[in-house]
């Protein structure tokens, strides 16, 4: 009895490490696919918010963007800079805040510019 009781576990040990080890070579695979997705700019987004310390999540928050656009980010930021000035009773941290993410915002535009001038049209790119 002893006997079939261990052998009903080791061999559900061993599937569910077979599934296990499936699983995880799943979701390495999709995780470099991703990685190749994002290319160039991921890699240099990621590098910018290291750069500036501030994602770019965090600053399309603080200028209360949601789309990239120059125009956008000019209003917004020129809007908060003025309301957070130290001469109106503003905070200097908030301002510094506004700076820094409008920093992050313009640098991630001139990344998706470079990358966007880098890569062939849709219609010429090769078919895999």
Do not use: C, W
């Amino acid at each position: 009895m002893a006997k079939y009781l261990a052998q009903i576990v080791v061999m559900g040990v061993q599937v569910v490490g077979r599934a296990f080890a499936r699983a995880l070579r799943q979701e390495f695979a999709a995780s470099q696919e991703a990685a190749r997705a994002r290319g160039r700019a991921g890699k240099e987004s990621a590098a910018a918010s290291s750069i500036t310390g501030m994602t770019l999540q965090e600053a399309q928050q603080i200028l209360n963007i949601t789309t990239l656009t120059p125009e956008e980010i000019q209003k917004n930021y020129e809007h908060l800079f003025k309301v957070n000035d130290k001469s109106v009773g503003g905070s200097f941290y908030l301002q510094s805040k506004v700076v820094r993410a409008k920093e992050r915002l313009e640098e991630e535009l001139n990344i998706r510019n470079v990358d966007n001038q880098t890569k062939p049209p849709q219609d010429q790119q090769p078919q895999t």
